[in-house]
């Protein structure tokens, strides 16, 4: 199809995504990304006079990327951050690409387009018992709402931020202290142990959302966020944490994964099995494992 419309490229690339995403290819939330990002390039395109593919150039694109937008608590942002940006460009990019490979258009808008530039990665927080009393403290600061405190025991239980993010009142079994996760695009379903802590504040957690009405509730996200919009709340919350406790700070980044990497070193240590490591944070490989605790297990690798 020659010079199709932005709209009807749309509806063939997000088909493409989706099916990339059920084949392992791409994450659910990469692909729920790029789906939201485009469908706002159609909108923005639309009010700039444009309604086809091969109509858009660089400069809309560039205009798009560096659109002012708003934040998670929907103030407007005149300057995207930079991981807006590059997010911005690879759904952009991803787009075309496929939509090329369709017949839908020639047009190549990021043609020559420089990269964005990225800050340097940070190498993670090391987290020590005592930080994670800390963080227990100030989660608990939002009592009675309890949402803090319950992301927080998710993560410390061993599950990712995609995980946390979807945990619902029926993977709780608070009588035996533990929770179940089904899994995320890169870990496996399993059920993993509450601290004596995470069965407290989960409990109130859990109670306070049956009050609101008929289950099963989201334990730390709505039901109306998309997959990409749930796991983003999850950094943006531990964040709160991570800041009210003062161990974020504008020289230090803690993020989620720092939590799981603070786990895999427990787990480690209380029971010298990368194995077990592995099991208990649903990962395929002992190499993953290994990065996560901290541990040089191979010639050339250097403890973190």
Not at 124 to 149: C, K, N, V, W, Y
Not at 150 to 163: D, F, K, N, P, R
Not at 252 to 266: G, L
Request: net charge positive; glycine share 8%.
């Amino acid at each position: 199809m020659a010079s199709a419309t932005i709209k009807e490229a749309l509806l063939e690339v997000s088909r493409l995504w989706l099916h990339e995403a059920a084949a392992g290819r791409m994450s659910v939330e990469t692909a729920d990304l790029y789906m939201q990002v485009s469908e706002r390039l159609q909108r923005f395109a639309r009010a700039h006079g444009v309604s086809r593919m091969d109509e858009v150039t660089r400069d809309l694109t560039d205009a798009f990327i560096a659109a002012p937008g708003r934040d998670r608590r929907n103030n407007i942002t005149l300057v995207p951050a930079g991981s807006t940006r590059r997010q911005r460009r690879s759904a952009v990019a991803s787009f075309f690409a496929h939509a090329r490979a369709l017949g839908m258009t020639k047009a190549v808008p990021l043609l020559d387009s420089p990269p964005i530039k990225r800050s340097p990665r940070s190498i993670g927080a090391r987290l020590t018992a005592q930080d994670i009393e800390s963080l227990q403290f100030h989660a608990e600061r939002g009592m009675p709402a309890t949402r803090h405190a319950a992301l927080l025991a998710l993560l410390l239980a061993g599950l990712h931020s995609a995980e946390t993010a979807a945990a619902d009142t029926t993977d709780l079994d608070l009588a035996r202290a533990r929770v179940s996760t089904a899994g995320a695009t890169r870990t496996h379903p399993r059920t993993c142990p509450l601290t004596e802590w995470g069965v407290y504040v989960l409990g109130l957690r859990a109670a306070r959302l049956d009050r609101s009405g008929s289950g099963p509730h989201r334990l730390v996200t709505s039901t109306k966020s998309s997959r990409y919009g749930a796991q983003a709340s999850v950094g943006a919350g531990f964040n709160d944490i991570a800041r009210n406790a003062g161990l974020a700070t504008p020289k230090r980044k803690v993020e989620p994964r720092d939590i799981t990497r603070y786990v895999a070193r427990q787990i480690l240590h209380e029971t010298g099995q990368l194995s077990e490591v592995a099991r208990r944070l649903g990962l395929s490989s002992l190499d993953a494992a290994a990065g996560l605790a901290g541990l040089a297990w191979r010639n050339g690798d250097t403890a973190r």
